[in-house]
């Protein structure tokens, strides 16, 4: 499966927060459970949410990363690395904020984990 990008994308592999999402991918569901179908949806490796402003996002990365996600990796003001998550606007058309575990899914425009087939389109209505 791969999932639909749009505005500014805030994307973190289902294992990295079965991981480290406090009490787990249940509990991350059941706490983004009203945003999920609207700004929030997943396949089968990926969890998607994102904003349409840059403020929005930066309070996504602070409490990702308040519940122990570790962010970009930053040399000089700017994103070397993408570690725990990746966030990007217009990702799919600016390669230079993708993450070395993301692949691209040309045809339909949505992301993917790398490794893993690109399969059927999740996004907003489309669960």
Partial sequence: MAISLE?????VPINVI???YPSGWDKCLLDHQAAIGRR???DDH???DGAMNLM???HL???W???GFIGPTMTKGQVVKWNDFCVGQNMFRNPALICDWISYDHKSQGAY???TPPGILVGRGRH
């Fill in 46 to 48: 990926l969890f998607r």
């Fill in 65 to 67: 990363e308040s519940l």
């Fill in 56 to 58: 929005d996002i930066d």
């Fill in 113 to 115: 984990l790398k490794g």
């Fill in 7 to 11: 505005f500014i994308d805030f994307i």
């Fill in 18 to 20: 079965k991981a480290k």
């Fill in 40 to 42: 929030i949806w997943f």
């Fill in 61 to 63: 990365i602070e409490h």
